[in-house]
């Protein structure tokens, strides 16, 4: 899912994947940079990450024409970083914006907005921008130029592009930014009564609607993604001092998160959330690359990496945090790598529950404990089987002593 992210890139090393890992008490954590692709200056971008964390996509150069610079990629651990091809003459820039859930739909622009799959390759859907998709892969979200001006639109298969307007009346400006899994809900930004300009959130039920403004400092933000659950939209908004980041849900409104750190941190910016809106992830000027739940508030991901699980990232500065996985345990983002060459990467954390999280959502509950209870007994590979008698590795039997161990982490596990 996701959306529009920094614009420089270019990709590389197909075969070989580089790496750092260490391990910590809850397993391994793993760096690992994305590469670019063949020619042109070393650089690469990422835009966005699927939902369950094994696909990224962005752009990167690859000077393979005299006029297109640009070329959208994929990029998956087991084939590394590949471009997506492109469409018609090969004359315009190659974006990939966004990624379904399973990676398997890509979106962005190529000359025309493109949606790529594997078995159709990268297809034009259109003269409009594709800027996000849903987590199911079947809505695509963005703006298309019409008569009226630049239209909050959507796409797919059955009705092609469908324009949604804008909040203001004299001046039409709209966007969709992200959709949620089901493709029932998105997050934009429209053009108010001028000069105001504000983040969207747009539902069948209520239409586009405005989410408010944090006060202070010009009237003006957007809504850069949506929670795979549509329970949470994140992005940035112009407060009293700079930029800065904000979650909103129906039950808090807009939220200012850097208001913890007043003082410290005085330009933020909120660029993905994971998929029930615990974790969101982005740059300050503080941190560079941040990452933010409701306990900690806004972290350094660098040194979350390095101080927390011991990674070694000596030479590397990582500047934004682009996008992160439903779990909240894969981050994307951009950075420079020790050759001082702009370079996306690849944060990948262990399960956060040392045991009981059987479905993998960094909960321990009621549901985990009704999938122990149908897999118990002599069950080779469980999910559920999480340790022996002795308190030890997996023995191939789910029982009392994986009952155990799933009480004794009842509850939220927390980012370390």
Same mark, same amino acid.
């Given at each position: 899912?996701?959306?529009?992210?920094?614009?420089?890139?270019?990709?590389?090393?197909?075969?070989?994947?580089?790496?750092?890992?260490?391990?910590?008490?809850?397993?391994?954590?793993?760096?690992?940079?994305?590469?670019?692709?063949?020619?042109?200056?070393?650089?690469?971008?990422?835009?966005?990450?699927?939902?369950?964390?094994?696909?990224?996509?962005?752009?990167?150069?690859? @000077?393979?024409?005299?006029?297109?610079?640009?070329?959208?990629?994929?990029?998956?651990?087991?084939?590394?970083?590949?471009?997506?091809?492109?469409?018609?003459?090969?004359?315009?820039?190659?974006?990939?914006?966004?990624?379904?859930?399973?990676?398997?739909?890509?979106?962005?622009?190529?000359?025309?907005?493109?949606?790529?799959?594997?078995?159709?390759?990268?297809?034009?859907?259109?003269?409009?921008?594709?800027?996000?998709?849903?987590?199911?892969?079947?809505?695509?979200?963005?703006?298309?130029?019409?008569? @009226?001006?630049?239209?909050?639109?959507?796409?797919?298969?059955?009705?092609?592009?469908?324009?949604?307007?804008?909040?203001?009346?004299?001046?039409?400006?709209?966007?969709?930014?992200?959709?949620?899994?089901?493709?029932?809900?998105?997050?934009?930004?429209?053009?108010?009564?001028?000069?105001?300009?504000?983040?969207?959130?747009?539902?069948?039920?209520?239409?586009?609607?405005?989410?408010?403004?944090?006060?202070?400092?010009?009237?003006?933000?957007?809504?850069?993604?949506?929670?795979?659950?549509?329970?949470?939209?994140?992005?940035?908004?112009?407060?009293?001092?700079?930029?800065?980041?904000?979650?909103?849900?129906? @039950?808090?409104?807009?939220?200012?998160?850097?208001?913890?750190?007043?003082?410290?941190?005085?330009?933020?910016?909120?660029?993905?959330?994971?998929?029930?809106?615990?974790?969101?992830?982005?740059?300050?000027?503080?941190?560079?690359?941040?990452?933010?739940?409701?306990?900690?508030?806004?972290?350094?991901?660098?040194?979350?990496?390095?101080?927390?699980?011991?990674?070694?990232?000596?030479?590397?500065?990582?500047?934004?945090?682009?996008?992160?996985?439903?779990?909240?345990?894969?981050?994307?983002?951009?950075?420079?790598?020790?050759?001082?060459? %702009?370079?996306?990467?690849?944060?990948?954390?262990?399960?956060?529950?040392?045991?009981?999280?059987?479905?993998?959502?960094?909960?321990? @509950?009621?549901?985990?404990?009704?999938?122990?209870?149908?897999?118990?007994?002599?069950?080779?590979?469980?999910?559920?089987?999480?340790?022996?008698?002795?308190?030890?590795?997996?023995?191939?039997?789910?029982?009392? %002593?994986?009952?155990?161990?799933?009480?004794?982490?009842?509850?939220?596990?927390?980012?370390?």
């Amino acid at each position: 899912m996701n959306t529009l992210r920094n614009p420089y890139i270019r990709s590389a090393i197909a075969g070989v994947s580089l790496y750092f890992g260490a391990t910590v008490a809850g397993g391994s954590a793993t760096f690992l940079p994305i590469g670019d692709l063949d020619g042109g200056a070393f650089q690469s971008s990422v835009s966005a990450i699927s939902g369950d964390g094994t696909t990224v996509v962005g752009w990167s150069a690859a @000077n393979d024409n005299a006029q297109g610079d640009l070329r959208a990629y994929r990029w998956r651990q087991s084939i590394g970083i590949t471009a997506l091809g492109h469409i018609g003459t090969d004359t315009e820039n190659g974006i990939a914006n966004a990624v379904s859930f399973d990676g398997a739909v890509i979106v962005g622009r190529s000359g025309d907005a493109f949606r790529w799959t594997q078995a159709t390759g990268m297809q034009s859907i259109g003269d409009c921008a594709a800027l996000g998709i849903s987590g199911n892969g079947a809505t695509v979200v963005g703006f298309c130029a019409t008569t @009226n001006g630049n239209e909050a639109a959507t796409w797919n298969a059955l009705d092609d592009w469908t324009t949604f307007g804008a909040l203001g009346s004299t001046i039409i400006d709209a966007f969709f930014f992200d959709a949620d899994h089901d493709g029932s809900t998105f997050s934009g930004q429209s053009f108010m009564e001028s000069p105001d300009v504000e983040p969207t959130h747009w539902t069948k039920l209520n239409g586009m609607v405005a989410l408010g403004d944090i006060p202070g400092g010009l009237h003006y933000g957007l809504a850069l993604a949506i929670s795979a659950d549509g329970s949470t939209i994140v992005g940035d908004a112009i407060g009293d001092v700079g930029q800065d980041a904000f979650l909103w849900t129906t @039950n808090t409104g807009l939220v200012n998160l850097e208001l913890a750190e007043r003082g410290a941190v005085t330009d933020s910016h909120a660029h993905d959330v994971s998929g029930d809106g615990a974790f969101i992830v982005g740059l300050s000027d503080r941190h560079g690359a941040m990452i933010w739940d409701e306990t900690r508030g806004m972290r350094s991901v660098q040194q979350l990496a390095t101080n927390i699980y011991g990674l070694d990232l000596t030479g590397w500065t990582l500047l934004g945090a682009e996008a992160i996985s439903d779990n909240g345990r894969v981050i994307a983002g951009n950075g420079t790598n020790p050759n001082g060459d %702009f370079e996306a990467w690849i944060l990948q954390l262990p399960p956060f529950c040392a045991a009981g999280d059987v479905d993998d959502n960094n909960v321990v @509950n009621v549901f985990d404990l009704l999938e122990l209870l149908q897999t118990w007994g002599a069950c080779v590979n469980c999910p559920a089987d999480f340790t022996d008698a002795a308190a030890g590795p997996p023995d191939g039997q789910v029982n009392v %002593f994986d009952l155990l161990a799933l009480l004794e982490n009842w509850g939220t596990c927390p980012i370390p």
